[in-house]
């Protein structure tokens, strides 16, 4: 059996999120952001959806922005997070939309526009909207990967990837 264990500090190519997904099985804030920069721009590499993404700074946390139809869009994979707007139709509120308006978070869950599972974390949308108020948008993020998960099995042999504990 082949194990990778955990540290506390960022291992090498933790940036490559082939890599990270499938060998390290972790992120916090920041390459959650960039993961899923990377994602979006690998979708957008394979034509014109008109998707842009940055990653943003708040204070001592980092989300992302997709742009798509015109617009940003606020999302938090680590935290569980996005809101709509109250325009019609609704559309996944930005982070200037945010800090214009405080009640697009505040207000929220009580108005039916949070998203599914909303702040899982136990972050609040408190903290959010005064976070929000020193966003600072920080490039598109996401990183190429040069790490591969092919690999050749001989005749008769099995691999196995699981996030599951093994017994034993």
């Not at 916090?28 to 990653?55: F, K, P, V, W």
């Not at 798509?68 to 680590?78: I, V």
Request: with cysteine; glycine share 10%; aromatic share 12%.
């Amino acid at each position: 059996k082949r194990r990778y264990y955990h540290w506390a500090d960022q291992p090498p190519n933790y940036s490559d999120i082939i890599n990270n997904l499938n060998v390290f099985g972790w992120a916090l804030c920041g390459r959650h952001a960039n993961a899923s920069c990377e994602i979006l721009q690998a979708i957008e590499d394979q034509g014109a959806y008109g998707i842009s993404t940055r990653m943003i700074g708040l204070p001592g946390h980092w989300i992302y922005e997709a742009q798509y139809d015109g617009k940003w869009h606020a999302l938090d994979t680590m935290t569980t997070m996005y809101v709509y707007n109250r325009s019609v139709p609704p559309n996944i509120a930005s982070c200037g939309e945010i800090e214009l308006d405080h009640s697009l978070m505040l207000n929220a869950v009580a108005e039916g526009r949070a998203c599914p599972g909303y702040l899982l974390c136990g972050d609040t949308p408190e903290w959010f909207v005064g976070a929000i108020d020193s966003y600072s948008p920080s490039g598109a993020g996401g990183a190429s990967t040069s790490h591969s998960m092919n690999m050749d099995v001989a005749l008769g042999q099995t691999f196995s990837r699981t996030w599951e504990a093994w017994v034993g």
